[in-house]
């Protein structure tokens, strides 16, 4: 079986995106809910949004912003197979340089971008996040040690 190419996300792959970003916070409210497919169709509209394809639509998806990702998730159903790998190899092959935030204690997280040779830069009080928890920001570059 070959792998699945990760490719850009288009608008009828909207709330399948929605849906893997709320299988991990499954408690939004209906406003934040709003908000969040305001801004992943936008982010798809962009073509800032790459998904790795399944039979029933998108396994996983990665945002990104030139050097900065914003998100990465997978499908429940989907993990542990590769599909945040696969997405992330597909992001360091387009950059030289990515950077990130991440919860401080999200300890699965950061052992994956560790795995895939992020280091910590700085630590965050959660100002810039939803949840107000505190975060790290993490950095990949391609020529580091």
């Known amino acids: 079986m070959t792998k699945p190419t990760p490719r850009h996300a288009r608008l009828w792959h909207l709330f399948r995106l929605a849906r893997i970003l709320w299988s991990a916070a499954p408690r939004r409210s209906l406003r934040a809910r709003l908000g969040d497919l305001k801004l992943l169709a936008r982010l798809i509209r962009k073509r800032q949004i790459?998904?790795?394809?399944?039979?029933l639509g998108p396994r996983g998806f990665l945002a990104r912003d030139g050097n900065r990702v914003h998100a990465l998730y997978t499908?429940?159903?989907?993990?542990?197979?590769?599909?945040?790998?696969?997405?992330?190899?597909?992001?360091?092959?387009?950059a030289e340089r990515l950077e990130l935030w991440t919860a401080q204690d999200n300890t699965q997280a950061r052992a994956f971008y560790v795995a895939h040779g992020f280091y910590t830069a700085s630590l965050g009080f959660?100002?810039?996040?939803?949840d107000g928890l505190p975060d790290l920001r993490m950095i990949w570059e391609k020529d580091a040690p």
């Open 50 to 55: 790459t998904h790795v394809p399944g039979r």
């Open 126 to 130: 959660g100002q810039g996040n939803d």
């Open 75 to 94: 499908h429940p159903d989907a993990r542990r197979q590769g599909i945040a790998s696969l997405l992330m190899h597909e992001a360091k092959r387009q």
